[in-house]
């Protein structure tokens, strides 16, 4: 499976971005997704996850009434709209696939996309 993430940019704090993470190699709709930030010298953590067919969805609480996850299994793609972002929102954002136990969980991930940027200026 590769995974091809997209969107990132920089916007003021207020503003808003979607990102989209593109998946080949494998069906879709198999596997659940989910999206993780990193910051220079720290560990990923959990943004957002989505099972296969959207009827689950998760958040980590920073970013919940602002951020939303959705996918469309038709473009095999998985989307993160994020609003009201705020300087602490700002950092690398990877989408991963296939978790096999936790969507929470960085480790249980079997597939990575590369980073995109998103920087938030105050």
């Known amino acids: 499976v590769q995974l091809q993430a997209s969107g990132g940019g920089s916007v003021q704090a207020g503003g808003s971005l979607r990102l989209s993470c593109t998946a080949s190699g494998r069906t879709f709709i198999d596997f659940p997704m989910g999206w993780f930030r990193q910051t220079l010298g720290k560990d990923r953590k959990f943004v957002a996850a989505?099972?296969?067919?959207?009827?689950?969805?998760y958040y980590a609480d920073s970013v919940k009434d602002r951020f939303t996850i959705s996918r469309d299994n038709a473009k095999n793609t998985v989307y993160l709209q994020m609003n009201s972002l705020k300087p602490e929102d700002a950092g690398f954002y990877y989408c991963?696939?296939?978790?096999?136990?936790?969507?929470?969980?960085?480790?249980?991930?079997?597939?990575w996309g590369q980073g995109t940027q998103v920087t938030v200026s105050s």
């Open positions: 989505i099972s296969w067919n959207g009827g689950n969805i």
């Open positions: 991963a696939a296939d978790p096999q136990g936790d969507y929470r969980l960085r480790d249980e991930y079997n597939y």
